[in-house]
């Protein structure tokens, strides 16, 4: 009987100890309903069944998808998303039991509700945001980040007061589109890539015009200086030529005449140039008469020149045939 009652004794003892898990909490349920919450790992006791039970409860991190959800955004478009809920159960002894006691500690059971939240929650979030905002070619206007804090804000608080459940993390794994919502999507595209190019090539010709425009600019300055220093330059070579020329009279009048009246035939004079004039006129007078001051006197050929003893004009040709007779007088040397 003693070693009856020893083995009952011991038997009581193994069946009142139980260990609690690292990452698990337990708690202890006297005739099903929850008493207490053990957090710490190590052993524990209870009182024997049937009186209190021992529910392991998981405080690891959970994954739950929501599916393939048909939501629409608020400019009235249809997108298809799925998004995702990191959770868990709170280290917490209040948060623990509300857990146990709302789906009885059963994680699928959990995992079931999180996804019908979810995808009320996707409904509602969606709503709030228009199409540009989650698919758009331009980075800086998408706000997948803001959707997603968003939906989290509004998961974690249903779930914590339904479930005690805390959200760790939520995110989008999939957004696609259907036949309707893609053809105005790429139709919208096509319209904000055709508005920027147009921008684009007006601001293109605006820079075109402003630097065809600086260009003339300059251009007219450049010549209207380039012009005002030929203006200068020929004006000093005037000034110059006007100082030789006086130089050049002041030593020799009759010479500089001479020479200006040759340089006033080589001008308006050439191979094609066919002239009938008088010799006794300026400039062709010098053709005949030489520098004022010298007569004229036959030349060894026949002709005439110039001698300094008369002033005379002559219309006797410069080139007489050789036969000609000296002409008498004052004109023979």
Known sequence: MALAALCVVIALAVASFIQVQAGEATVVTRFGEPVRVLLEPGLAWRLPAPIEAAVPVDLRLHTTSSGLQ???TRDGLRIIVQAYVAWRVPANANDVGRFVRAVRNEPDEAARQIRSLLGSALQTT?????????VNTDANQVRIGAFEDELR???????????GVHVVQ???????????????????????????????????????????????????????????KAAQ??????????????????????????????????TIVNSNT???????????????????????IQSARGGYQVNATTNAATNASVNAPSNTPAKKGRDTP
């Open 70 to 72: 048909d939501v629409g």
């Open 126 to 134: 969606s709503a709030d945001f228009n199409l540009a905002s989650l």
């Open 153 to 163: 804000g509004q998961v974690d608080s249903q779930l914590y007061a339904a479930y």
């Open 170 to 228: 939520v995110g989008l794994e999939r957004l696609t589109l259907p036949a309707v919502t893609l053809s105005a999507t790429v139709e919208r595209m096509r319209a904000e890539r055709e508005t920027v190019a147009a921008q684009r090539t007006a601001d293109g010709k605006r820079q075109a015009a402003q630097i065809r425009s600086d260009a003339d600019r300059d251009a007219r300055i450049t010549v209207a200086d380039a012009s005002v």
């Open 233 to 266: 330059i020929e004006a000093q070579s005037r000034k110059d030529a006007a100082a030789i020329y006086g130089k050049s009279y002041a030593g020799s009048p009759h010479l500089y005449t001479m020479l200006r009246s040759l340089d006033t035939l080589n």
């Open 274 to 296: 066919n002239l009938i004039l008088r010799t006794d006129a300026a400039p062709f007078n010098v053709l005949v008469q030489g520098p004022a001051g010298l007569g004229v």
